[in-house]
């Protein structure tokens, strides 16, 4: 295993919760924050949190909107959250491969 | 991309330093402390303190050598922390392929 490869991780998305986050919001157009926050099992302020980080580097969008006259939050992924997060999987893929490859030489 | 995924993720395996230090290990019957340090680029007490977290949860066996008079600190994987980087690398190979599937189907 290459160890550069582990050097070029970005820590904003690595976290398991901000991964998850992403991974979500990769797949879908927009997703709003009680979605989110329902479908990760996150209290409001550690998704909070998590949003406001991917917030400050840009690769996530929020959005004030009034649906049924109740104020929704609405997260999307940037085109620089969208490159960000591909760059990232390929990289886990890489590294993947790696480990399996190294495992079946070294055991 | 199933969101239960990501809540299995080891938090001690998954941090960017310890997954490089876990994934040279399991390619390597036994690595020096000298070694994994260079390899990794990592300061002294960087390494000493992810050393000690995989230490605690029994994925890392430190052993003292004497290597020609001067004593050397030789890390190994236990049979625990192999498993535990399997199984944390199959994991991150099922999201991969989840987020690759979703992005060619999302986008």
Do not use: W
Not at 11 to 27: D, N, Q, T, Y
Not at 88 to 102: F, K, P, T
């Amino acid at each position: 295993v290459n160890p550069e490869l582990f050097q070029h991780l970005d820590r904003v998305i690595h976290e398991k919760g901000r991964l998850a986050i992403m991974a979500l919001l990769a797949g879908s157009p927009a997703i709003s924050f009680i979605e989110l926050r329902d479908a990760l099992g996150m209290t409001d302020g550690n998704l909070t949190t998590h949003l406001h980080t991917l917030q400050e580097v840009e690769y996530v969008a929020l959005t004030k909107s009034k649906k049924e006259r109740r104020p929704t939050t609405i997260c999307t992924l940037t085109s620089k959250g969208r490159d960000a997060f591909a760059a990232h999987v390929e990289l886990l893929g890489r590294i993947v491969e790696a480990a399996r490859r190294n495992s079946s030489a070294g055991a």
